[in-house]
């Protein structure tokens, strides 16, 4: 595990009441233990989880409890261990993109499998309950709409080349061989000003200040406790500790355009941990649709191409004028990527080796116009379900906001009334209220009715990864 270096901003909340749940005090300590900090009890979370499972299986917490531990229930996704860092040199980034291809290359057959076994066997599974083979990572059931919308994604692929040729030609990046890498690196913002991240504010300004803007509208309660940990090459990610007292926001060390970005979105994350009911079961406070999860993030995420939203952070309006167009831009890049994902996955269908997997990823690479290494491509398969959240997330983020802006105005987000009805959708729980749809009837003053009987959790078979924002 990276080394978790000492936190910038140790806590932005007073320490909360602690909540007398010897479970949920498990959860809290597995979650911290998982970040490489010491948990709050004095005996072995992991050992504590063997002495209570019968406990959290009546709860439906046990695969949950089995991913903390690193003990998933199926053969965890393939992934490589080279991390791909960005030097400042192009013959650096170049020999870095080649190790990291090289060892993509070697997981090939291993992903190939991995995928493989899946469609099996969801294909073998004769109940009609039976989620998509897509969905086979998800520790509690999804629920049915947002299933239904996750399936129905079919967003084209279009040609990237221009987006990234542009993005190119500031920077003197060269050479269509490693324009998978050549785009992280402008992902981050590289060549976007004259010295990188010059215009920014310091890391632990721009937290304090996105924070408060956070709690100016309701979306973190006063007493809940936020710890900021400092990793290096590492994707921006929230931890929850206690529902919904604590969490643990997870951020790289360097500044970039794109910093902003992350920020916004993991805080989104965080309110909606922050903002579940005390009072609710602890598995449904557990329990996040994944459309739902995305599409408020992106909701909210969007509000940092605001140049007004931008100036509260202390940028000055040139810089605020360009990150708005890089992050627009940004989303429309990142959003071919992985419609470019969905149509692999829709021809991997008809592959029946890994060599045919590779063809059909150099077949959807070339269509990007970026001619990605399709060892590349096809390792992101592993994460279709991410991505299928993503794209569907966008089009129920816009679904969301045209209800804010009918209801509210253009201006929705300097309106009080808007950020209460937020707050509200935000923390409701359940199979139903919980779910992308219970968020929109919310939005509507519609009640859903939760089902009479809960369903059996179908997917209780395996375990849904944590979210973590990494395109």
């Not at 520790?139 to 542009?166: H, K, N």
Request: glycine share 8%; charged share 25%; proline share 9%.
């Amino acid at each position: 595990m990276t080394a978790v270096h000492p936190p910038s901003v140790p806590s932005l909340a007073p320490d909360p009441d602690p909540v007398p749940d010897p479970i949920e005090d498990l959860l809290a300590d597995l979650q911290l233990e998982r970040a490489g900090l010491p948990g709050r009890g004095p005996v072995p979370a992991a050992r504590r989880a063997r002495q209570v499972a019968g406990e959290l299986a009546g709860l439906g917490l046990s695969r949950f409890v089995a991913e903390l531990l690193g003990e998933p229930a199926s053969v965890p996704a393939p992934a490589p261990g080279a991390v791909l860092d960005l030097e400042a040199d192009e013959d650096g980034r170049r020999i870095s993109y080649e190790t990291w291809c090289a060892e993509a290359r070697e997981l090939t057959g291993e992903v190939w499998r991995w995928l493989s076994e899946r469609r099996r066997a969801a294909g073998a599974s004769h109940d009609g309950d039976e989620l998509p083979w897509w969905c086979g990572e998800s520790a509690f059931p999804l629920p049915t709409d947002s299933v239904r919308r996750l399936a129905e994604v079919t967003a084209p692929v279009p040609d990237l080349s221009e987006t990234a040729e542009a993005w190119a030609r500031p920077t003197g990046l060269r050479g269509r061989a490693t324009a998978e890498y050549n785009w992280r690196w402008l992902l981050l913002g590289k060549g976007l000003y004259g010295r990188p991240g010059g215009t920014l504010p310091p890391l632990n300004e721009l937290i304090t200040r996105l924070v408060g803007e956070a709690r100016r509208h309701g979306l973190l309660p006063p007493g809940h406790r936020v710890r900021v940990l400092r990793r290096p090459n590492t994707p921006s990610m929230v931890m929850p500790v206690r529902l919904p007292g604590s969490s643990l926001l997870s951020l790289p060390t360097a500044v970039t355009p794109v910093t902003v970005q992350y920020l916004q979105h993991e805080l989104a994350h965080l309110a909606e941990h922050a903002l579940r009911p005390a009072g609710a079961p602890l598995a449904e406070r557990w329990a996040f649709d994944p459309l739902r999860s995305e599409g408020w993030a992106l909701l909210l995420e969007q509000l940092a191409g605001s140049t007004a939203f931008l100036a509260r952070l202390g940028i000055d309006a040139e810089a605020a004028a360009a990150l708005a167009r890089f992050f627009a831009e940004e989303e429309r890049f990142s959003r071919g990527l992985m419609a470019a994902d969905l149509a692999l996955d829709t021809d991997l269908a008809g592959c029946r080796t890994s060599a045919e997997a590779l063809e059909a990823a150099s077949a959807v690479a070339s269509r990007t116009g970026l001619r990605w290494a399709p060892e590349l491509l096809l390792l992101r398969q592993t994460r279709v379900l991410h991505w299928r959240s993503y794209l569907a997330g966008y089009a129920w983020r816009d679904t969301v906001r045209t209800e804010l802006v009918a209801r509210f105005g253009v201006d929705w987000a300097e309106r009080a009334e808007a950020w209460a009805l937020l707050r509200d959708a935000l923390a409701r729980t359940g199979p139903v209220a919980g779910s992308a749809a219970g968020f929109l009837a919310a939005l509507a003053g519609l009640d859903l009715p939760e089902p009479r009987e809960p369903r059996e959790p179908y997917a209780s078979r395996s375990h849904e990864h944590e979210e973590t924002r990494s395109r």
